[in-house]
């Protein structure tokens, strides 16, 4: 079966450092990887995409970047956090074959 | 701009009693459609897909879809306070990525 984890679970970070958060997924190859992140009460907004190894899709202009290095691994960045960055991060992966997506448990994040 | 659209609610059901949720969709060329559930403080878990117009039932929920009206709808019968969270609709519109909507917030009322 397929699994997918996220590290870490909380963090809290000053303004103005830097950000990585993991996603890795085990039981499928080749997966189309998703990065969103869901502000407090708000719906999903997707920040980046990827459909294979160090190809990177963005959907929305920002301080983020996001890197595939391995075909499950994915992994998002920042160099200098901002208050706004503040959220919860989710990775999913999709199922190509019948189009299903699957949430990790996702990453709390609190600028301060 | 494709989209998918869903009221906010907050949706009050009393338990035992059959909520329902709608989704509307702006793209007729979708061919998949997606519900997922979304606890506080958690991730969306995908509680069902439909690909073909018609019902599609699960336990308790049925998934409705009518491409030419392009709406999809989601039915839980015998509410329980455990389905209290937010729904998620999710549609397809073949562009690699899924397309959410912002959810409805559902609330059973014991």
């Known amino acids: 079966s397929q699994t997918i984890h996220q590290w870490p679970a909380t963090l809290v970070q000053p303004v103005g450092s830097p950000l990585s958060l993991e996603c890795t997924v085990e039981?499928?190859?080749?997966?189309?990887l998703y990065w969103y992140r869901q502000a407090a009460g708000r719906g999903l907004q997707l920040l980046f995409y990827?459909?294979?190894?160090?190809?990177i899709s963005s959907e929305v202009p920002q301080n983020l970047s996001a890197s595939r290095p391995q075909d499950r691994q994915f992994i998002l960045s920042s160099k200098k956090l901002l208050l706004s960055d503040s959220g919860f991060y989710l990775c999913?992966?999709?199922?190509?074959?019948?189009?299903?997506?699957?949430f990790g448990p996702g990453t709390r994040l609190l600028v301060l | 701009q494709k989209e998918v659209e869903q009221n906010s609610g907050p949706l009050s059901v009393p338990e035992g009693a059959i909520a329902s949720l709608n989704c509307t969709y702006s793209?007729?060329?979708?061919?998949?459609f997606f519900w997922y559930r979304q606890y506080s403080g958690k991730s969306p878990e995908l509680i069902m897909s439909?690909?073909?117009?018609g019902d599609k039932e699960d336990g308790r929920f049925t998934a409705q879809l009518n491409k030419a009206s392009q709406y999809v709808s989601l039915l839980i019968r015998d509410s329980q306070p455990s389905d209290s969270a937010t729904y998620l609709c999710?549609?397809?519109?073949?562009?690699?990525?899924?397309?959410f909507g912002t959810g409805t917030r559902l609330t059973i009322i014991p």
């Open positions: 039981g499928t190859s080749n997966p189309n």
């Open positions: 793209d007729r060329v979708s061919q998949s």
């Open positions: 990827s459909v294979g190894i160090g190809q």
């Open positions: 999710a549609a397809d519109f073949g562009n690699e990525k899924l397309t």
């Open positions: 999913a992966w999709r199922r190509l074959e019948l189009g299903t997506q699957y």
């Open positions: 439909i690909y073909s117009n």
